[in-house]
């Protein structure tokens, strides 16, 4: 390696740095040659990035996260590069465990050996003051301070170490013998590079030969001359104590005879060199000269100009003073710590009209924001907001709000802490008065993973109206430990209350859950074994409120799903925990704005008589009044029947709740509501989903119910003999000490790969137990082919076959093929042929049904500024349904942009529909103006919409747009203004 190549310089930064581990001694003056550098073997660590200059790599490391950054050190490669490198360990092992904290902050890695040729020492204490450092070096008693040196590192830090050794083992030996002197100090044992260290270099050695008095003071040099003009020059003696005995041999220089005409030549042809080499340089010399002279007077010209335009604002021109003359630099300390902020101010106007019927409404809509991020340390940060917004509609009133904000931060090597207040104040003219505050705290803790982790939550919601007075709190703690990353327990404890003081009502949640897991691999990773055990204890308070004699109990065992799908009818949702979990503030992911959002409810087949809907963000009135609910129930969740259309719902604006009420008791296992239609002009999600059950009572009561049970898991995967995968996968689940389900699953699976082929088969087999049912059995057989003959066609096939058993008795089988083909005809040409059949038996009514899906693509770039795709698909199941879809863009040059679009649904013995858009995008030179212009038109509605966009300045953005609507025959038009500093 070049680092070990060379004798290195200890004031350049070429060499191996560590902050907080190798640091670079601030102090040294002398070198490190290269015979004295030892590779004891290699060290484990990670690459970040690499760099050609020094000091974009010290940049780089400050940039870093404080947790990575007190790790880094810079490393000079073969090729001449700087690396940024960070952690070093003895073991690949170590090394690993400090993967999640780079992928925590999304840092790209890589593993790379460092060789070890440190040095060890003790490090004393570690502080981004030079002072400090010094103060805590003298404060030493002597015997220590004699063996301490301060380190400053690459991004700024300085350390103070002392009893600098070959080996920690030595070090240790001098810990043990200054014991007495060293208890109070904390310190560590961490390695140093000998490249910065303080170390003399070797002596030189000085010869020295017996001479004469006359051969020290003399330097005799004989020059004899003979008669066919040669000349030979003899060096007698040297001077002393200078020169080697090597160097004090004579030497003798023969030159060759030189006649007289070649000597006047040679002279001639070098006086004419000389002649034309300063003619050049004259050149040269007159054309800086005379560009020096023109850059003089357009500097000149310019400051005439300034000065005139200055006279003519009459502004007074002030002319600076010079500058006194500076003998040295004297720095204060300041008071307080120096504290880096921003100040951030936004600001928008917005205004609106809308026009219908003859009849027009507007508005106004306006607000501001101040923002003060800062960062008194490294480790200290805070951020101040506050946001005022006001709404004027058209009815001569208004509506403002008020959100003050403050956010702290404290992090450090043992924890972080962080905090933070906020209030939210809406008043109206109508006599509105809203305030609603909130309150959260945050632990973590950052030590070693030697110990246990810590995380503590506390939060407070209190929200106070004319109408409403409730307050909500929650606590969660966690903590685990995990050993050599094989064995591991964690604990975890959360506790929730939401009460409504008007109408004294309370729900109170409190859960406990442990952990237990282990995991280890034997044979090289053949054999991989992992086991987790998993305990809880839950318990669930509520009042129950009496409406005309009877009231609406929750029912707790009940998990959600949700999804966007356009087909109700056939769908299938994913499981979503959020829509359960009693965080009745954060989203579930749910938008409120797009139509078509499924949300469902798993019941486990309990009575179920209204349903509630708990939504977040800034919707009004107004948006929820333009909702439109459908109601789906269904029994395996991938068949639906539609059970009410526009469902009647009410919605509580100060609870934020909508209420459903089902027109009868449902006892299906799944409920769905669909939103079909949304028109929301502002952001709203869901938060949670709860369902209750009627019950006739005559008063008011509390309800209590605790659950507990258990979950084990159980997996082994074997890497058998001819490549052969087997995997193992055991879960049971059990309730209040009574086994409630269990599920075992077993897959075989083996990839054969031969040229440019790829085949995959797999088996694999489920069985299912439910308490009081019988067992449900699942398996299947798979067969996939894949191959790439060429770099512009590729193909694939399959196959699977499926039985499902309940007992002994076959219930349903299936059978799919798919197949499709990818190939790239021309350079812009691609084109894609994909097909799916599908044939499903149902064994116990002797029924079958087939259905399959063709779908034919192609993207073709047919000109450079012209685009096209077309796609056809054909579905064939209960009824037969084409998509057709066609699209180009044509970009004739960077000002203009042509989007046009059309597509086609038809379905046999149904309603057709079609729908075609187009839209120009105009963007002169420059880009501070933008022009979009479009139209839409589906199944005969055609709307046209048009807008501007305008930067005025670094500053301000202005918009404008206008929108129309043939069905409604309503123009809507507005115009915003965006200022920031």
């Not at 990575?68 to 490198?85: W, Y």
């Not at 599908?838 to 693509?857: F, M, Q």
Request: with cysteine; aromatic share 12%.
């Amino acid at each position: 390696m070049r680092f070990f190549q060379r004798s290195i310089a200890v004031l350049s930064i070429t060499t191996i740095s560590m902050i907080g581990s190798i640091a670079i001694n601030s102090y040294a003056e002398t070198t490190l040659l290269k015979e004295e550098l030892k590779i004891k073997g290699y060290l484990f660590s990670f690459r970040l990035k690499s760099f050609k200059k020094t000091e974009d790599a010290f940049n780089f490391i400050k940039k870093l996260p404080f947790e990575v950054r007190k790790s880094c050190f810079i490393f000079e490669n073969t090729s001449g590069e700087f690396e940024v490198r960070c952690f070093l360990f003895k073991s690949k092992k170590a090394l690993n465990a400090k993967r999640k904290l780079l992928e925590k902050f999304r840092l790209n890695y890589k593993e790379v050996k460092t060789p070890d040729i440190f040095l060890y020492s003790y490090q004393l204490i570690t502080t981004s003051d030079k002072k400090r450092a010094e103060k805590f070096l003298n404060s030493l008693p002597e015997v220590l301070r004699k063996q301490a040196s301060i380190y400053k590192t690459d991004s700024g830090f300085y350390t103070v170490r002392i009893f600098l050794s070959e080996t920690p083992k030595e070090v240790k030996k001098k810990i043990k013998l200054f014991a007495n002197l060293i208890k109070r100090y904390k310190g560590t044992i961490v390695p140093t590079s000998p490249i910065k260290v303080r170390k003399k270099p070797p002596a030189q050695k000085q010869y020295k030969e017996k001479t004469t008095p006359k051969e020290e003071t003399k330097q005799i040099v004989v020059i004899k001359k003979k008669s066919n003009k040669t000349a030979e020059v003899v060096i007698k003696a040297f001077p002393t104590m200078v020169a080697t005995p090597e160097e004090r041999r004579k030497k003798t220089l023969k030159l060759k005879p030189l006649s007289e005409k070649e000597i006047k030549s040679e002279e001639i042809s070098f006086i004419k060199k000389q002649k034309e080499e300063e003619k050049v340089l004259k050149k040269k010399l007159k054309m800086i000269i005379e560009e020096s002279q023109k850059l003089k007077r357009k500097e000149k010209e310019k400051k005439k100009t300034e000065i005139l335009t200055k006279k003519e604002k009459k502004v007074k021109i002030v002319i600076p003073k010079k500058e006194p003359f500076k003998t040295g630099e004297i720095k204060f300390k300041p008071i307080f710590p120096q504290i880096d902020r921003n100040i951030l101010f936004s600001a928008y106007w917005n205004y609106g009209t809308n026009i219908k019927d003859g009849t027009s409404s507007s508005f106004i809509n306006e607000g501001y924001s101040l923002s003060l991020p800062g960062e008194i340390t490294d480790g200290i940060k805070y951020s101040f907001s506050l946001t005022y917004s006001k709404f004027y509609p058209d009815d001569n009133t208004w509506q403002s709000t008020v959100r003050p904000y403050l956010s702290t931060r404290l992090s450090n090597d043992i924890f972080t802490l962080s905090s933070s207040v906020g209030l939210t104040k809406t008043e109206s003219s109508e006599g509105r008065n809203d305030k609603a505050t909130n309150y959260n705290v945050n632990f973590s803790s950052g030590w070693n993973p030697k110990y246990p982790y810590l995380s503590i939550n506390l939060s407070k919601n209190k929200s106070l109206s004319n109408t409403t007075d409730s307050e909500s709190n929650s606590q969660r703690v966690s903590t685990g430990y995990t050993y050599k990353n094989r064995i591991g327990i964690t604990y975890s404890f959360s506790h929730s209350k939401n009460t409504d003081y008007i109408r004294d009502t309370f729900n109170e949640n409190t859960n406990h859950n442990i952990g237990i897991f282990g995991k280890r691999s034997f044979l090289n990773g053949k054999v991989f074994v992992s086991v987790s055990e998993n305990l809880y204890f839950s318990n669930n308070r509520y009042s129950v409120k009496i409406v005309e004699g009877n009231y609406y109990s929750k029912i707790i065992d009940v998990s959600g799903l949700s999804g966007v799908d356009s087909t109700p009818i056939t769908s299938s949702l994913t499981p979503n925990a959020l829509l359960t979990d009693g965080d009745y503030n954060t989203s579930a992911g749910v938008n409120l704005q797009t139509p078509y959002e499924n949300i469902a409810i798993e019941t486990n087949y309990n009575p179920v008589d209204m349903i509630l809907v708990y939504i977040g963000g800034n919707l009004t009135d107004t948006d929820i009044s333009t909702f439109v609910w459908d109601i789906y129930t269904s029994n395996d969740g991938n068949v639906w029947t539609l059970i009410s259309t526009n469902a009647p719902f009410t919605y509580d604006n100060q609870t934020k709740i909508i209420q459903f009420l089902l027109p009868t008791t449902i006892t299906t296992n799944y409920i769905k509501l669909v939103l079909k239609i949304t028109a929301a002009a502002n952001t709203g999600y869901v938060t949670e989903i709860e369902a209750y059950k009627k019950t006739t009572a005559i008063n008011t009561d509390t309800v209590e119910s605790s659950t507990y049970g258990d979950t084990t898991r159980a997996n082994i995967r074997l890497q058998l003999p001819y490549k052969l995968a087997y995997f193992l996968n055991y879960e049971r689940t059990s309730r209040e000490g009574e086994e409630f389900t269990s599920k075992i699953t077993n897959n075989l699976s083996r990839n054969w790969k031969y040229r440019y082929y790829l085949i995959n088969a797999g088996i694999s087999r489920t069985d299912s137990f439910m308490k009081d049912q019988e067992k449900r059995t699942s398996q299947s057989v798979n067969l996939n082919l894949k191959a790439t003959p060429l770099h512009t066609l590729s193909w694939r096939a399959g196959a699977s076959y499926t039985e499902n058993f309940i007992g002994s008795e076959k219930t349903t089988s299936a059978i799919t093929l798919t197949s499709g083909v990818n190939a790239r005809l021309f350079t812009g040409l691609n084109t894609e042929i994909s097909g799916t059949a599908t044939h499903a038996t149902n064994e116990i009514t002797g029924t079958s049904d087939t259905a399959y899906s063709l779908r034919v693509s192609a993207n073709a770039k047919l000109y450079p500024t012209l685009s096209a795709s077309a796609s056809v698909q054909h579905n064939v199941a209960t009824e037969t349904t084409d998509i057709i879809s066609l699209s180009s863009t044509w970009t004739p040059s960077d000002i203009l942009r042509l989007t046009v679009s059309q597509g086609f649904v038809l379905i046999t013995n149904g309603e057709n529909t079609s729908s075609t858009s187009a839209n120009i995008s105009i963007v002169p030179r420059g880009g501070d103006i933008k022009y979009n212009f479009g139209i839409s038109s589906s199944n005969g509605n055609t709307n046209y919409r048009g807008s501007i966009y305008w930067q005025i300045s670094d500053y301000f953005v202005t918009n404008g747009y206008v929108k129309y609507e043939d069905s409604s025959k309503t123009t809507t038009a507005g115009v915003n203004l965006n200022a920031r500093w």
